[in-house]
């Protein structure tokens, strides 16, 4: 199984955030499989660390990135064809188009997130943690 996660994901595993950490570790415990993401999740986790200069966390963003995923989704053209009929047909942020397209596109069986609104989504099943 092909576990692509959402950045805030990404965010919860990396930072160990006591609030979201245990029930993500049980679903993907649960889901089993291999874990992607994408380059614009490692752009949008990096964000904050940059803005508030923890070379430490950027490390572990990284190390994450580098280490514990299967891959890590570029986005070619078929990405962006596929996140403007996301973004079309469910008005979902430009952002969520393009993780859903990124997910669908390189053949994910499962999307985790922590939005409620993205579970709209028909293309790949939407768990919410």
């Known amino acids: 199984m092909r576990v692509y996660l959402d950045t805030a994901i990404v965010i919860y595993i990396v930072e160990q955030n006591p ?3 245990p029930a993500v ?4 415990t649960a889901l ?11 752009m949008e986790a990096l964000i904050v660390p ?30 962006f064809d596929t996140a403007a009929r996301i973004r079309a047909t469910f008005k979902f942020k430009t952002p969520d188009a393009l ?17 409620h609104q993205l579970t709209k989504f028909t293309g790949i099943p939407v768990e919410v943690v």
């Not at 993780?99 to 939005?115: I, K, P, Q």
């Open 25 to 28: 570790t049980a679903k993907l």
């Open 32 to 42: 089993g499989g291999t874990l992607v993401s994408s380059e614009l999740a490692r």
């Open 50 to 79: 940059i803005r508030i200069g923890n070379t430490g966390l950027i490390q572990d963003f990284e190390g994450f990135f580098l280490n514990t995923l299967a891959e890590l989704i570029e986005f070619p053209r078929p990405i």
């Open 99 to 115: 993780h859903l397209a990124a997910a669908v596109e390189s053949g994910c069986d499962v999307f985790l997130t922590n939005d």
């Open 19 to 21: 609030a979201f950490s």
